[in-house]
């Protein structure tokens, strides 16, 4: 018995070590940081945003800003429109992929502009048939470096807690041995 309750606090106090913070069924953290943002390694960054006439969703990926248009009354797809990003001076034309329905922009002094972490107002303007809008959007870019420095901490506290069973494990077995010899 004693073995036992030996074993339940080491497995509980290892538990508590291991993991400091509430996680998502994916392993992300469902805490938020000091901006607000929620904390997840494996998100992309994203946005979106809309004034009365148009919705805009949009990603930043390693070599493009991607985003998608819609009519913001009826979520219809804004196909085939002129779009240009303002952000911090640097202004592109986005590029549209009838195949997929959605808007790229690839401009090197673009990509060159988000590669940073920061936090960045971008300024989209959209002329589509007879219309056309201003929509303003926060971009969060984290800082990889810091979402590398958690991961690595967080492989620390998996193996604490694979070490300790491990032994916790070799000492039950033999003490069950020396119990029977």
Known sequence: MKLLRAF????VSSAAFAAPGAHG????????DTTGFA????QIPSFETFTDQFELVGKLYDSELSIFVSDYATNAPILG??????VNGVTATATYHADAGDYAFDAPALMSEL???????????IIADDRSDLLEAQLLVPDLSEVAQHDHHTSKQILVLSLSVLI????????????RS
């Open 81 to 86: 429109a002129e779009i240009e990003v303002e």
């Open 115 to 125: 590669a940073a972490p920061g936090e960045y107002a971008l300024v989209f303007t």
């Open 39 to 42: 904390v997840n390694a494996s």
């Open 8 to 11: 339940f606090i080491l497995i």
């Open 25 to 32: 069924p994916n392993g992300e953290h469902l805490s938020s």
């Open 168 to 179: 916790l494990g070799l000492f039950v077995f033999y003490r069950r041995k020396r119990a």
